[in-house]
């Protein structure tokens, strides 16, 4: 039980770490070709 949860966890964070980069790298190229 504990393993599925954490494996959940370490996804989510995972995700968001994703999520944030891809974001920042929009907006660096938005505001190098914008």
């Known amino acids: ?8 966890l370490v996804l989510l964070v995972l995700a968001a770490i994703v999520g944030t980069f891809s974001v920042i ?4 190229l938005l505001t190098m070709f914008g």
């Not at 039980?1 to 959940?8: E, I, Q, S």
């Not at 790298?25 to 660096?28: A, D, E, Q, R």
Request: hydrophobic fraction near 60%.
């Open 1 to 8: 039980m504990m393993t599925t949860v954490l494996k959940w």
């Open 25 to 28: 790298l929009l907006k660096g």
